[in-house]
């Protein structure tokens, strides 16, 4: 072979699926180019054949072989006149656009305590009164202090937490008027400080290892 008979890729046919390789798309082609709808059939089901033979680790998953038709005819370009036993698959499909995913869109007047917040305090409306009823509301109202303590970085009145319940839940938990207290700051914001203590202790374990490691002589 001559270096004029070469074949570079940047001259050769586009891959549709690049994982089969360029001679199972040579295959394809010949297939399109036979005469005769019986000849494009066997060689159809020889391509199908070695397609199953290069994925072996996908014969147990539900219909493979309707996967592999399908590959083929998109190798294909849609251009390939055989019989096959799953329904032909058509370029507008594949190509199809996905409908728009539609987003919550949601803009709380009160951004620090989360959507969920909410979500939260609709369904403490939908509870009938009692014990387990004013257990959640006070976990709620208690989140909301601690979300508010993260934002606010100071200290807050259980009043102001309890205005915003009331407003958020539409007037239908008042708490205002309530004799039990919240959680104090310091209860609430604890487990933070616990944990963020924590992380710093790793690190500085993990800084001293590193250091005597640097000192430790290699010969």
Known sequence: MTI???????????????EYGRH???MIQYAKERPTKEERNKVAKAIIAVMGNLQPHLRDVPDFQHKLWDQLFIMADFDLDVESPYPIPS???LY??????KYPQNHPKYRFYGNNIKTMIDVANTWEEGDLKEALIYTI???MKKCFLNWNKDTVEDDVIFAHLRELSGGKINLMEADEDLS???SLMRTTKKFSSNNNGSNKKHHKKNNSNRQRKRY
């Open 4 to 18: 004029d008979e070469l074949e570079y890729n940047t001259e050769r046919e586009h891959l549709i699926i690049p």
């Open 24 to 26: 199972m798309q040579k």
């Open 91 to 93: 370029k507008e499909e």
């Open 96 to 101: 199809a656009r996905p409908e728009s995913l």
């Open 141 to 143: 109202a208690n989140h």
């Open 184 to 186: 104090d700051a310091t």
